[in-house]
């Protein structure tokens, strides 16, 4: 295959690749289900909980970004109990007993989640730690290679220059 055949090529495939995801996919108004609420307080309530929400199945992403079924379970499962007066605590609540802690974006600090807390600092002090023993093995190695008779030629150098 020539050079040019690969570029034609590959620009047909992306092509095709456009528009075989743009006719595929969902139109957006399908994926936003269209919720009533009683108040401004409650919408305003509801997207803040969504935002909150982890979406099981992406695990990347929380309940109002998500696409999945769950998500939009979730989604109408947390727009029913705003309506029927649950408080946004009661509402977590909810969510933690039925799906853990994961289903928060940010747990709260419990023995079980102590490790969610910490890794990153155990990450970085062992990252530290293996960099301080690369550095100081890396000095150890270059004053070991050198010459007891290198190292005193190098005293001499050094002292005819200072003296100069």
């Not at 108040?39 to 970004?65: F, G, H, M, P, W």
């Not at 109408?76 to 029927?84: E, G, K, R, V």
Request: net charge positive.
């Amino acid at each position: 295959m020539r050079p040019g055949q690969l570029g034609s090529l590959s620009a047909v495939f992306g092509l095709f690749l456009l528009f075989s995801t743009t006719f595929t996919a969902p139109p957006v108004h399908a994926l936003l289900e269209p919720l009533k609420f009683e108040s401004s307080s409650q919408e305003s309530r509801y997207k803040a909980l969504i935002t909150e929400l982890r979406c099981l199945v992406c695990q990347n992403q929380n309940l109002a970004d998500s696409n999945s079924e769950l998500a939009g379970d979730l989604r109408l499962l947390t727009h029913n109990m705003i309506l029927s007066g649950s408080s946004d605590t009661e509402i977590i609540q909810f969510m933690v007993s039925r799906y853990g802690d994961f289903v928060l974006y940010r747990p709260p600090f419990k023995p079980s989640t102590a490790l969610l807390w910490f890794a990153p600092l155990i990450f970085l002090a062992g990252g530290c730690f293996v960099l301080f023993r690369i550095f100081r093995r890396r000095n150890n190695n270059s004053l070991s290679s050198v010459s007891s008779a290198q190292r005193e030629k190098l005293r001499k150098l050094m002292r005819d220059n200072h003296s100069a």
